[in-house]
């Protein structure tokens, strides 16, 4: 069985059992962001909290961590995400989605102009072949971001391990 410090290490999500409320679990937040706020900065309240890493390189994929508690069945649990916006998120999934869509419709005309021997099209081969490249060049811009922000994410893990871990609750405890 996988344990959470695993999970936080390995995963952009993990999910933990906790014996503080979520009052009590966002004033820890609260503390230990004021205790390191040399390093990261963030917005807390009663059920999120974004936590971003402080340094002069804003890059497009700066990662941060956003942490949610939920209340299930009496017990409170926090979720956790590391990642990029979710702005960036939907941003590099739409050019994805449009260039996808565009190879695959640039290629379909190519392959029905073969297959009825016409040549209304001659362009679609090539322009299926620059689709293609933007979805390897959206690909690269995706790399070279999580590359770059590489320090930050682990700065992100060591802080939810450091702020979380603590007040998990192991499976067969009770509060």
């Known amino acids: 069985m996988e344990d959470t410090l695993t999970s936080i290490?390995?995963?952009?999500r993990f999910k933990l059992k906790t014996s503080l409320t979520p009052d009590e679990y966002s004033e820890?937040?609260?503390n230990y962001l004021k205790e390191n706020n040399e390093e990261f900065t963030?917005?807390?309240n009663r059920e999120?909290?974004?936590?971003?890493?402080?340094?002069?390189?804003?890059?497009?994929?700066k990662p941060n961590l956003a942490l949610r508690t939920e209340i299930e069945e009496g017990q409170t649990y926090i979720r956790?995400?590391?990642g990029p916006s979710s702005a960036v998120w939907t941003f590099f999934m739409f050019l994805y989605f449009i260039f996808s869509i565009l190879w695959m419709t640039f290629f379909?005309?190519?392959?029905?102009?073969?297959?009825?021997?016409?040549?209304?099209f001659p362009w679609a081969l090539s322009a299926s072949f620059v689709a293609l490249a933007l979805v390897l060049g959206t690909y690269i811009a995706a790399q070279i971001g999580?590359?770059?922000?590489?320090e930050e994410m682990k700065k992100l893990r060591k802080f939810a391990e450091e702020s979380t871990?603590?007040?998990?609750m192991k499976p067969n405890e009770e509060v």
């Open 9 to 12: 290490r390995t995963r952009v």
């Open 28 to 30: 820890n937040i609260k």
């Open 42 to 44: 963030g917005n807390i």
């Open 48 to 61: 999120v909290a974004t936590i971003f890493v402080k340094n002069d390189n804003n890059n497009y994929w």
């Open 80 to 82: 956790g995400i590391f």
């Open 108 to 120: 379909t005309m190519y392959y029905v102009e073969k297959q009825i021997n016409s040549n209304d």
């Open 146 to 150: 999580q590359r770059l922000s590489k």
């Open 165 to 168: 871990l603590p007040h998990e």
